[in-house]
């Protein structure tokens, strides 16, 4: 009898509280690892989560990244910065600039504020760029969005 009651139990779980989605839930961070085991110093974080602009409008998604220990962009080519890149492949991408701090190495940071897409097979890039040319380049630093917890 008792064997039949946890057995009730446990099927009566599994239809109240099905397993947890796999769509992101939001806020949530990741870690951004180099495409190249050269750059093994190189990492970088991204946060992503809902923000509320002024004027109120409806939520907005958010991704913030920051990047330390990359090499000058100059290593890749005719780069001069850094961009955080957003994509949905197939779909949809954002760029954003990334601003270094004043250290001789400095730290790389940036958000943009304006993502109404779900970002269901999303990609989060540390990229190069030419600010004179806006030519995008390689990828430094990367991570799907399903790495985000």
């Known amino acids: 009898m008792k064997s039949f009651l946890w057995s009730l139990c446990f099927v009566a779980c599994l239809l109240l509280f099905p397993t947890q989605s796999k769509a992101v839930t939001l806020p949530c961070t990741m870690v951004l690892n ?39 962009p100059s290593t890749f080519g005719a780069y001069d910065r850094y961009e955080g890149f957003t994509y949905i492949p197939d779909e949809i991408s954002w760029r954003f600039k990334l601003y270094p ?18 970002l269901k097979n999303a990609l989060v890039q540390v990229r190069a760029t030419n600010s004179n040319t806006e ?15």
Do not use: M
Request: aromatic letters at 6%; hydrophobic letters at 40%.
């Open 34 to 72: 180099p495409v190249e085991d050269t750059l093994s110093n190189a990492k970088g974080s991204a946060l992503v989560y809902k923000v509320q602009l002024n004027p109120p409008s409806f939520p907005r998604t958010n991704v913030s990244v920051l990047a330390v220990h990359l090499p000058k």
């Open 135 to 149: 030519k995008l380049g390689p990828v430094v630093l990367t991570n799907e969005i399903k790495a985000c917890r």
């Open 101 to 118: 701090t004043p250290e001789e190495n400095p730290t790389w940071a940036g958000r943009f504020d304006l993502i109404t897409a779900k």
